[in-house]
């Protein structure tokens, strides 16, 4: 699979009753062996950004910059559980409402090495996922 973007957005409330303003979506666009793009969106608790150093590799949120842009968690998340988990490609949306879930993601893996994955994709414009392609 290669991975064109992944972008992140905090979520706001489109009605006032609404609960959306206590999530983040990170979408990640990508094209499978045919050539064919696609979209996986995660959806999570804004709250987990909070205790971002006791979930995570990484001790602040924008976790890096590139170019002098920052690079926040919701940016990239998207793109980290698609490569924890690539099963997801088959999945259109993930929602994670449970810390333990959470924290899963990012078990076994660097802040070096998603830097490095996330400084690929926006230097190259693409980045080849080693995961199932269809």
């Known amino acids: 699979m290669i991975i064109t973007s992944c972008k992140g957005q905090e979520l706001e409330k489109s009605q006032s009753n609404s609960p959306e ?22 959806l999570y608790l804004r709250y987990f950004e909070e205790k ?10 924008p976790i890096f910059e590139i170019n002098n842009q920052p690079v926040h968690l919701r940016d990239v998340i998207g793109l980290i559980a698609l490569n924890k988990h690539p099963e997801y490609e088959e999945r259109h949306r993930v929602y ?17 090495e998603i830097q490095q994955m996330i400084t690929h994709l926006y230097e190259k414009g693409q980045l080849n996922l080693h995961a199932k392609e269809s």
């Open 21 to 42: 303003d206590f999530f983040n979506r990170s979408v990640v666009t990508y094209k499978v062996k045919a050539g064919k793009e696609r979209s996986f969106s995660l």
């Open 96 to 112: 994670i409402n449970e810390e333990n879930q959470f924290a899963d993601l990012f078990k076994g893996i660097e802040a070096d």
């Open 52 to 61: 971002i150093a006791e979930l995570t590799p990484f001790n602040e949120d």
